[in-house]
């Protein structure tokens, strides 16, 4: 994935995708099992001030409509910035998939049970061997979906239609990942 998106290069990714959303507990990957118990076991994003600075104001302002107190908006964006880095992911895109799965209700729950932020399965904290972990923690969250997400975007080969389309259990189906890409481009796009 290139490391500038634009608008056209977003719109113009098509395919199709499965999410940790609706995942089936008999369907398991290993790998990604493997992955993710790896990712959670692992203990500064920026390059360098001046790019944190302009990047966390930018985004800072256009998350103020989901979260409104500033100290939270920024303490989300470094964390989501840090998880997006280690899994070599756009942080834009990461907030992307968060607008469309909880629009940054940290307490979502899905009608199927996933939770958080990027709306992980429970059934992951079992599967990993952690099932003290608290899926609505920010940094529990980021760390598993960022996770879930680099797995099956390798998966796919680079292929983010159907990388986002695995994240949300609907591999086959362009609508998940339309919402993403409409979120990517009209609210979370780099200038």
């Not at 880095?85 to 834009?92: A, I, K, S, W």
């Amino acid at each position: 994935m290139p490391r500038h998106m634009t608008r056209g290069l977003i719109i113009a990714c098509s395919g199709l995708l499965f999410s940790p959303a609706v995942a089936d507990e008999q369907t398991v990957d290993p790998g990604l099992r493997d992955t993710l118990k790896a990712a959670v076991e692992e203990s500064n994003s920026f390059s360098d001030r001046f790019e944190a600075e302009v990047w966390l104001m930018d985004m800072s302002s256009r998350l103020t409509r989901w979260i409104e107190d500033e100290e939270k908006r920024l303490r989300l964006l470094r964390m989501v910035h840090a998880e997006a880095q280690r899994t070599e992911l756009e942080p834009e895109l990461v907030l992307a998939v968060i607008h469309v799965e909880s629009r940054f209700d940290r307490f979502a729950i899905s009608r199927v049970g996933a939770r958080g932020l990027m709306q992980i399965m429970p059934f992951w904290l079992d599967e990993i061997g952690r099932p003290d972990d608290n899926l609505f923690h920010l940094d529990t969250n980021l760390r598993y979906g960022t996770t879930i997400l680099r797995y099956y975007l390798d998966k796919e080969n680079g292929n983010l239609t159907r990388a986002l389309a695995r994240y949300n259990g609907s591999l086959g189906s362009m609508r998940y990942p339309s919402l993403v890409y409409t979120a990517l481009a009209d609210v979370w796009y780099r200038d």
